[in-house]
């Protein structure tokens, strides 16, 4: 599956659906799911702008999202206009795409992984299962998880 590593806190405000818009300065063909890599790096003066002082996971994989469309800017004045959709600072460093994202899903438990430039293959081991009544117990425990979060 593809990965893409974004800097905290933006990785963060990506799977807490905050930040829908992610900017790049090269374009891509990829449409479709990848994973979020949160890499060891923590942008301290973005931390402090958008006045986020909570413990932010690193270096490791977060969440998902859907990547469904690139916008391409052609001004620094559209960029400005999209800036409550990407969060990033005034100085854009000349980022002219747009990633458009939609589906975001948090990881109740981060998987630690090296993050690597641009989108990067993520190979999970294969687990073999042999006994059902353990799948059973998992897959119960994830059903009701999921029934108190959304209650």
């Given at each position: 599956?593809k990965?893409?590593?974004?800097?905290?806190?933006?990785?963060?405000?990506?799977?807490?659906?905050?930040?829908?818009?992610?900017?790049r300065?090269?374009?891509?063909?990829?449409?479709?799911?990848?994973?979020?890599?949160?890499?060891?790096?923590i942008?301290i003066?973005?931390?402090?702008?958008?006045?986020?002082?909570?413990?932010?996971?690193?270096?490791?994989?977060?969440?998902?999202?859907?990547l469904?469309?690139?916008k391409?800017?052609?001004?620094?004045?559209?960029?400005?206009?999209?800036?409550?959709?990407?969060?990033a600072?005034?100085?854009?460093?000349?980022?002219?795409?747009?990633?458009?994202l939609?589906?975001v899903?948090?990881?109740r438990?981060?998987?630690?992984?090296?993050?690597?430039?641009?989108?990067?293959?993520?190979?999970?081991?294969?687990?073999?299962?042999?006994?059902?009544?353990?799948?059973?117990?998992?897959?119960d425990e994830?059903?009701?998880?999921q029934?108190?979060g959304?209650?």
């Amino acid at each position: 599956m593809k990965c893409l590593s974004v800097s905290q806190p933006f990785a963060d405000l990506i799977i807490s659906g905050k930040k829908i818009i992610e900017l790049r300065k090269w374009n891509t063909n990829f449409r479709g799911e990848f994973l979020i890599h949160a890499p060891i790096k923590i942008r301290i003066e973005d931390c402090k702008r958008l006045k986020i002082n909570k413990k932010l996971v690193t270096g490791a994989i977060i969440g998902k999202a859907e990547l469904y469309e690139v916008k391409k800017y052609n001004s620094v004045k559209e960029i400005k206009a999209d800036q409550k959709f990407h969060l990033a600072s005034k100085n854009f460093h000349g980022k002219t795409f747009g990633f458009m994202l939609k589906d975001v899903k948090s990881f109740r438990i981060p998987i630690s992984c090296k993050g690597k430039l641009g989108f990067f293959e993520i190979d999970f081991p294969k687990i073999e299962i042999k006994d059902r009544e353990l799948v059973t117990d998992i897959i119960d425990e994830e059903y009701r998880y999921q029934w108190i979060g959304h209650h």
